[in-house]
């Protein structure tokens, strides 16, 4: 077996980019895979998953202009890249912005044309190939001839999806069984399907006892304790411990010491209604005075979910099962409330409740469902009182009149699951206040792909805003074949990345 080469990785990322279908594309990758050296698997799953081992290399677009001559022959192994960028990494103190420069260029020196454009996009953060985890996921099986579950468990274990593939294609399933949920790393968090109302909820998961559980307008935590030392996590697995201090003290004042819990924080009013979400989040985002922050904005807790508890992990475990857990474990005051029932019509007095006391909704799970981690599992649907979508921010139109200078008009794309590309849905620019203008038209010329013209700004798919709309309708206007009607903005999502958009699939289902 022959050294894999950069060369390889950018002839089969234009070969993934060029083919839409989705089992071309795990075809096109599986083939590099499965020819890649052990000390090589990691480095290709990640530069082919638009990644870098190091993930940050403190390379901006700016150190990307102005490239010297390409080499006529490819001979650079991943290996050698790998190596390199881990030395520009390295630079640090005086003299290291020049340093760092110098290995770029030496880097950008030694490889062919091809191989400076795919690193110009692995580096600039914009591959565009599809190969988003799903697809890597099933590319990484076939080419270890391991089943896409084993890898699945595997990357919500691990939570890193080069390891979790150069496991795969070095061990297959052993190495694959060897990851175990650790106290302190997180795990990628359950999602939940969407219903339009209570009984279509019930409908979904089959009949049967449904738990039916407060849906808060929070920010989604996982918390992990080992002895005397807790650490919290956001959905987006990024650490927010300091920022969340009452959390920890509650997590403190637990008995058991050994554990891991999913759930929400959330600041709440004097009467015990919540806050507006940009409160909460504002507050959780802050790193910087935060004790004052807590006398002003206090944040309050609720679990629903407990992965682990003194020492047993309850994954594969029924909701029931773990849920009971997670009451042996908690007092009732920092549980989630939650109804178990067969009625839908006590359900919708539940869901009504909830509204009543200006939460979000509803969450119904199954009680036989394990924790799917990472996935949008079949087992949890969520049901809100209006239609609202977590879509992806493609392009965005400059604005006229009060709106000059600023990016206004939004174009708004789904994920399509089988592609890993976004399909656009419509257009709105409704819901924006000036100061939302503002800050959008800051953060999305800081992300465009490409230049901006007098009309139109496209973006990287990288913002994820929550839109609120009055239905789906057949239109030809658009690709996917359907349009918005009515949509405004609610809200940006800085807590959930592209991968946690709606689907195509999912605003299929509500076409009128």
Do not use: C
Not at 88 to 112: C, H, M, N, Y
Not at 247 to 274: M, N, Q
Not at 348 to 372: C, D, I, N, W
Not at 475 to 496: E, H, Q
């Amino acid at each position: 077996m022959r050294t894999v080469l950069l060369i390889d990785l950018a002839r089969t990322s234009s070969a993934v980019a060029a083919d839409p279908a989705r089992l071309a594309k795990i075809r096109h990758l599986a083939e590099l895979l499965s020819r890649v050296e052990p000390d090589e698997a990691e480095i290709a799953v990640a530069y082919l998953s638009g990644e870098l081992p190091q993930r940050q290399i403190g390379v901006g677009w700016r150190s990307l202009q102005d490239l010297p001559e390409p080499r006529q022959i490819a001979t650079a192994s991943l290996t050698e890249v790998d190596a390199l960028l881990s030395s520009i990494k390295a630079q640090s103190g005086p003299g290291s912005q020049a340093a760092r420069k110098d290995l770029l260029e030496r880097l950008f020196r030694s490889v062919t044309a091809q191989e400076q454009a795919f690193l110009l996009r692995l580096l600039g953060g914009e591959m565009r190939q599809g190969a988003l985890n799903g697809v890597m996921i099933e590319a990484v099986a076939k080419a270890a001839a391991t089943p896409a579950a084993e890898v699945r468990r595997a990357l919500t274990l691990r939570g890193w999806l080069p390891a979790v593939g150069a496991a795969a294609l070095t061990g297959g399933v052993e190495a694959l069984r060897s990851f175990r949920l650790e106290v302190g790393r997180p795990v990628a968090p359950m999602l939940a399907q969407s219903a339009p109302n209570v009984a279509a909820a019930f409908e979904k998961l089959g009949g049967g006892p449904v738990a039916l559980e407060w849906k808060l307008d929070g920010v989604r935590v996982q918390a992990h304790r080992s002895g005397d030392e807790v650490k919290v996590f956001t959905r987006t697995l990024d650490e927010i411990t300091a920022q969340v201090p009452e959390l920890v003290e509650a997590v403190l004042g637990l008995s058991a010491e050994d554990l891991v819990l999913d759930g929400e924080v959330i600041a709440l009013r004097p009467d015990g209604r919540p806050e507006p979400f940009q409160v909460t989040a504002s507050r959780v985002a802050s790193k910087i005075e935060t004790e004052r922050l807590r006398g002003t904005t206090p944040l309050s807790v609720f679990f629903f979910d407990a992965l682990r508890v003194n020492g047993e992990d309850l994954l594969d475990l029924p909701d029931g099962e773990r849920h009971a857990a997670l009451e042996r474990a908690v007092p009732a005051g920092l549980i989630t409330p939650r109804l178990v029932t067969s009625d839908p019509e006590e359900g919708m007095a539940f869901f009504t409740e909830v509204l009543r006391q200006g939460h979000e909704g509803l969450v119904a799970k199954s009680p036989a469902t394990p924790y799917a981690a990472g996935r949008r599992g079949a087992g949890w649907v969520k049901v809100k009182p209006r239609h609202t979508l977590d879509l992806v921010v493609l392009a965005a139109e400059w604005g006229h009149g009060r709106r000059q200078g600023k990016l206004s008009n939004l174009h708004l794309g789904a994920r399509d699951p089988e592609s890993g590309e976004f399909v656009m849905l419509g257009k709105t620019f409704k819901g924006l206040t000036d100061e939302l203008l503002a800050w959008q038209t800051e953060r999305f010329l800081a992300i465009a792909d490409g230049p901006s013209d007098e009309w139109m700004v496209r973006l990287r798919p990288e913002m994820v805003v929550e839109i609120a709309f009055d239905g789906v309708q057949r239109s030809p206007r658009y690709p996917g074949g359907m349009a918005l009607r009515f949509a405004r903005v609610l809200r940006y999502r800085p807590d959930k990345s592209p991968e946690d958009a709606d689907t195509v699939d999912s605003v299929r289902q509500l076409l009128l």
